[in-house]
């Protein structure tokens, strides 16, 4: 087998990000009809599109359940980006659960927040995210955390099972050379100079920095398991904050070029059931999914669909003082039937598939 596995017959349940969420997991599954050990009475399966942890109270718990439902049998799951980072030591905002070097700087937004027991979980986790496939797939359904597009896709399916690290840091190897026989990272570094602000401070707004926008384009289009995990990008206009730092790039939806029959499902894009007045994204929200309703298939063919409802974004609730899930859901699409569940029990018909 490759990096890009079989999905199993019968129906589905397609859990979208979770996030250290763990309670709403627990509540989700539940109101989807299956048993604490991943039983489900009607033998429906579980599928995870990624983006288990960071941010949220306690990924430990999250990953321990995913990786006894996956190992079972009673689930399968591709890895998010999320996975990718911890999987490969690279900390990132919301990861100082896992990482040291970031726990005290997390604390101020994301604190409290569970942390491995011991080495002996924390070796389960990172063994658990390295073993994952990037995408699963059957004749009418794929799932994928970020983007389906080709030649990537083509790409992973030469790569055998469990190589993702591996695979991974070779890509990553690539862009680094790539960056290195540009002089890159001298050029983004002289740059940054010239800014006094850290650019994890949603408070002060940097001018545009090309050299930080070349660099970020050569780490996310060079490696192919970062375009299927990451999604693409390209050069923006002007900085916006997201994911807690500024950017220089902003994502593409790749969905309007799709034009196969097989159904797509991603996470990773921060829909939300009720989007805010002013998109919490800026421009890069505008692009995804400005003119897509919160429940309808998009793309050229109307058959990708987001099933990511943000409840990575709780924390900003928490610090609020409001009702969790008034802007912040996890949801799971059920298919074939097409419709949503979210962990409050709320089920709803998504909306405009194959139109």
């Known amino acids: 087998m490759s990096l890009i596995q079989p999905l199993?017959?019968?129906?589905?349940?397609i859990v979208g990000d979770i996030h250290g969420?763990?309670?709403?997991l627990v509540a989700l599954l539940a109101q989807l009809g299956y048993d604490p050990q991943g039983n489900h009475p009607q033998q429906r399966r579980l599928v995870f599109v990624g983006d288990f942890c960071d941010r949220g109270p306690d990924s430990p718990a999250v990953l321990a359940l995913a990786r006894e439902l996956v190992g079972s049998g009673r689930a399968q799951a591709v890895a998010g980006n999320h996975e990718i980072n911890l999987m490969r030591e690279d900390p990132k905002d919301g990861s100082g659960w896992f990482f040291d070097s970031r726990s005290a700087s997390d604390a101020a937004k994301y604190a409290p927040f569970a942390r491995p027991e011991d080495a002996a979980q924390r070796h389960a986790i990172a063994d658990f995210t390295a073993s994952l496939p990037v995408a699963l797939e059957r004749d009418d359904l794929r799932v994928i955390h970020a983007a389906w597009v080709e030649p990537q896709i083509t790409a992973a399916r030469a790569m055998r099972a469990g190589s993702l690290r591996a695979q991974y840091d070779h890509w990553e190897a690539v862009a680094e050379a790539h960056a290195k026989a540009s002089q890159l990272r001298e050029r983004r570094k002289a740059e940054a100079q010239t800014w006094a602000h850290s650019l994890e401070d949603a408070r002060f707004r940097p001018p545009f920095l090309p050299a930080h926008s070349e660099s970020e384009l050569n780490k996310g289009l060079v490696n192919p398991l970062k375009v299927l995990t990451s999604g693409l990008e390209r050069r923006c206009t002007e900085p916006f904050f997201a994911g807690g730092k500024w950017r220089f790039v902003e994502r593409v939806a790749w969905?309007?070029?799709?034009?196969?029959?097989?159904?797509?499902?991603?996470?990773?894009?921060?829909?939300?059931?009720?989007?805010p007045s002013v998109p919490v994204h800026g421009k890069q929200e505008e692009n995804l999914f400005g003119h897509t309703p919160p429940l309808a298939w998009h793309g050229q063919r109307k058959n990708v669909f987001c099933v990511d409802y943000s409840v990575g974004g709780r924390w900003v609730a928490r610090r609020a003082g409001e009702a969790l899930d008034s802007r912040f859901n996890l949801?799971?699409?059920?298919?074939?039937e097409r419709t949503l569940m979210f962990e409050d029990g709320r089920e709803m018909a998504t909306q405009d598939f194959g139109i």
Do not use: F, Q, S
Not at 8 to 13: F, M
Not at 255 to 275: F, I, M
Not at 331 to 336: E, H, I, K, N, S
């Open 8 to 13: 199993p017959p019968g129906p589905l349940d």
């Open 21 to 24: 969420e763990y309670h709403a």
């Open 255 to 275: 969905w309007n070029e799709y034009t196969e029959a097989p159904a797509v499902v991603v996470g990773h894009y921060w829909r939300r059931l009720h989007p």
């Open 331 to 336: 949801a799971a699409l059920r298919w074939p």
